[in-house]
């Protein structure tokens, strides 16, 4: 058994098993202030987020949703959003392994 946690902020890959990333966000100022700065999109993949502890917002386009802790909420490949996370807010984040900076795309909007 391998037992893996996340300390400090901001987001880190957790492990890599059979072509899927476990990764873990908390807060950091790039993802704070529950204003948006910027749009991002996965060309290659579909991604999940679940809320763990704290609050967090996941837009979707211009549409906040409000996360509720233990619900999966998928945001499908292509699809613009961006998190914004409290100081206390922990996320789980799976997604492909080979997503990466060619395969996805930033829209800043301010």
């Known amino acids: 058994m391998e037992i893996y946690d996340?300390?400090?902020e901001d987001f880190k890959t957790i492990m890599t098993s059979d072509g899927w990333t476990i990764a873990m966000m908390r807060y950091s100022e790039r993802l704070s202030g529950f204003e948006i700065t910027k749009l991002h999109r996965h060309n290659?993949?579909?991604?999940v987020f679940i809320l763990l502890?704290?609050?967090a917002q996941l837009y979707e386009y211009?549409?906040?949703h409000q996360l509720e802790k233990c619900k999966?909420?998928?945001v499908k490949r292509?699809?613009?959003h961006q998190m914004v996370l409290?100081?206390?807010a922990t996320v789980l984040v799976?997604?492909?392994n080979d997503t990466t900076s060619e395969n996805t795309d930033i829209n800043p909007i301010k």
Not at 44 to 47: G, P, S, Y
């Open 86 to 88: 409290s100081r206390d």
């Open 53 to 55: 502890e704290g609050n």
């Open 72 to 74: 999966v909420y998928c």
């Open 62 to 64: 211009d549409v906040p």
């Open 6 to 8: 996340l300390k400090g």
């Open 94 to 96: 799976v997604e492909n």
């Open 78 to 80: 292509g699809v613009w």
């Open 44 to 47: 290659n993949t579909d991604e």
